[in-house]
């Protein structure tokens, strides 16, 4: 048995067995929260997300030395270059870009539930789901609440992934048994600033609103009182609960690990952040000669690096001097090991390096597929993930339309097409198509020509049909009695 399907039946053994339970719901949710807050899933997504904004380890470093009693001690006097290369907000912008830049297209064969879908799916919600992607590859799951706006109008809500501490029925995690979500608001207390922590307990029958009070949980007294998923109110005024029958939140995952773009890259852009910054560093701290000094005339040897600093002198006794001994750094060796960690960095976080070479030289489309090889990898696993989401989305979607009397389309089929914004060869894109001409419809040709438009293609059928009504007689196609006409004259 899986630890998510113990804990469910666990709580399930709580609402059955009332008072005499060992442990309280509330109980259980502390001590949910407690491991949450210490797993190491949280903390990757708190580190992804601060990677992306470029807030790197980079930042923390400093310069240290060994001080005179042995011990490491922070050296202040040299310096301390923090370059940051976000490699990670570059991965994930093209991933996103790539795959969700586009507008989502819906396929039905139902003209009226199309158009349903359609202002269900318009440009707010297709922002809304490039944001969940991006907080997908950043986190490894994004989450989406459903949820009625005043004006009873279905809306999709994007909630921060460190919020949500799921319980899954399976191990697989595809299937919800209910879900736990952890945040804060600020409120004031007469002229006092106050963070409060308010917890809510999502399962398929109920709601649970709670507020941490000093480590404990008590009710929300500012939650409202019913406990289902969205009310309604009847005519005589009165309000009435309802539940989804499913926990009302839909997951997006970057992988089926729910892995983050950062885990697997983490050390190799650390790496290239480091070694840059030693690198200006030692540009900057003089880093091709040492001092030898004989019989100077001075107290210290910080002395001595104020007078070079200031005078660009220091005074010697009888046959001193100062001499200087060259540090040779091996230029090539940094310079492979950075070109070949930024190598890996693409690779290893399947994105496409736009400085490299191959760039350079106009690639052919086929080129241009081998590049885009591992990030098209990438989006692939990323779309079945998001296919299965929008699936469970419009279940919801459904549901709604059925209780709102809008009608039953549960088993009519859609497609969700993702229309990615690929990168191609203008010049054989062009070539391609004019060798197609008699081989496929015009129509086919244009649409797939890179300068085509949607108002393009709407001109060309204006063009046909004007071109058509001015010769209503003119046979465009081959009819069944000329093919006769044909065969009797032979």
Sequence with gaps: MTKEVFKIIFIDKIFNSGSNSIMS??????????????????????????????????????????????ELEEVKNLANNKLIHNFIRKLADQKVGYLLSKPLAIQTDNEAYKNVLDDIFNKSFMRLLKNLGKDAI??????????????????FKRLPSEEIIPLWK????????????????????????????????????????????????????????????????????????????????????????????????????????????????????????????KDYDGENLGEFRRNMSLYRAVKVAGDGGVETRNLEIDTEAYKTHMEQTRKDIYEFGRGVDTQSDKFGNSPSGISLKFLYNDLDMDCNIIETEFQASLEYLLWFVNQHLINTGQGDYTNENVEFIFNRDTLINETDSINNCQNSV???????????????????????????????SMYPNFPLEETPEDEEDEENEE
């Design 438 to 468: 008699g081989i496929i419809s015009d129509e086919t040709i244009v649409a797939n020509h890179p300068w085509a438009t949607k108002d393009e293609l709407e001109k060309i059928k204006k063009q046909k049909e004007e071109h058509e």
């Design 170 to 293: 399976d191990s697989e995690h595809t299937k919800l048994d209910a879900l736990i979500r952890v945040y804060e608001i600020i409120v004031y207390e007469g002229k006092t600033k106050k963070t409060v922590q308010k917890i809510e307990y999502w399962d398929t029958k109920q709601v649970l609103r709670y507020v941490n009070d000093n480590g404990k949980l008590i009710p929300d007294v500012e939650a409202p009182e019913d406990e289902g998923h969205f009310s309604i109110i009847n005519k005589d005024g009165t309000k009435q609960s309802f539940t989804w029958s499913k926990v009302p939140f839909i997951y997006f995952k970057y992988n089926d690990e729910e892995q983050p773009l950062i885990k697997f890259v983490r050390s190799l852009v650390d790496d290239y952040d480091r070694n840059k910054s030693d690198n200006s560093n030692n540009l900057e701290d003089l880093p091709n000669s040492i001092y030898v000094l």
């Design 25 to 70: 719901l509330e109980e259980i949710v502390q001590e949910e929260i407690k491991e949450w807050n210490g797993s190491q899933a949280r903390q990757l997504m708190l580190d992804g997300e601060r990677y992306y904004k470029g807030d790197t380890d980079i930042l923390k470093r400093k310069r240290m030395a060994i001080g005179e009693d042995g």
């Design 138 to 155: 950043n986190k490894g799951i994004a989450w989406a609440q459903i949820y009625y706006n005043l004006d009873g109008e279905l809306r």
